[in-house]
Every structure is written in C-alpha cells, then in structure tokens.
C-alpha cells in the first residue's frame, strides 16, 4: 500500500513563509507526477503546484511567483515553498502522487491534508 504523509502546516501572518513536505512511502516501482491540491471552505479542490518525474512544473496562476514545487526523488519527498502568503491562501493542502506499483500503473494517491491558516 502506497500512502502519502504531509507535513509542514500551522498559522502564519499575512507575508510569511510555510515549507510543506510530502513524503510517499510503501512498495513503490516509479513516482510519476507529484503535486499540490488546496481546498478552501466552501470552494471546490484545485491545483496548486505540480511537477513531473523530468521536474517540469506548474502553478496556478494565484501561486505563480510566490509558491515553489520541488522533489527528491532518493527520498520519495515532494516540496511545497510558499512565501509572500495571502489570507485567500488559507485552505487544507493535499498532496497527490501519480505512481507505478507492481501489477499497477498510473494510482493516483492523495495525503490526509495539512491546514494552511493564514491571519494575523
């Protein structure tokens, strides 16, 4: 079995900064994309960040220059840097992971959520 853990969330003021982990652990043969979902009370999930297993990335365009996706592929870790943080940030970020396991291929995966409370 395949399970995500994240890391990294809390309470932060207006302009500060929040490192989420995610780390993918379990019987794993390939780790395909990686990325970053958020859910804000009331709205629907979207995506936050992604990147593939070449590292190529994407952001939606609220996040665009402010949030940073990064992965270590030896650790099974994706990353979520996020500085200059709005209170419309404020959500449960969910991390999501494309994998290749024996006798599968392509299981989207998905972490617990890590609250993201930005107010001062």
């Known amino acids: 079995q395949v399970q995500l853990v994240e890391s990294g969330g809390g309470l932060v003021q207006p302009g500060g900064s929040l490192r989420l982990s995610c780390a993918a652990s379990g019987i794993i043969l390939r780790i395909n994309h990686m990325g970053w979902y958020r859910q804000a009370p009331g709205k629907e999930r979207e995506l936050v960040a992604r990147?593939?297993?070449?590292?190529?990335?994407n952001y939606a365009d609220s996040v665009k220059g402010r949030f940073t996706i990064s992965r270590d592929n030896a650790k099974n870790t994706v990353y979520l840097q996020m500085n200059s943080l709005k209170p419309e940030d404020t959500a449960v970020y969910y991390c999501n992971a494309n994998v290749d396991k024996w006798g599968a291929a392509n299981l989207e995966v998905w972490g617990q959520g890590t609250l993201v409370t930005v107010s001062s």
């Open positions: 990147i593939t297993s070449a590292t190529s990335t």
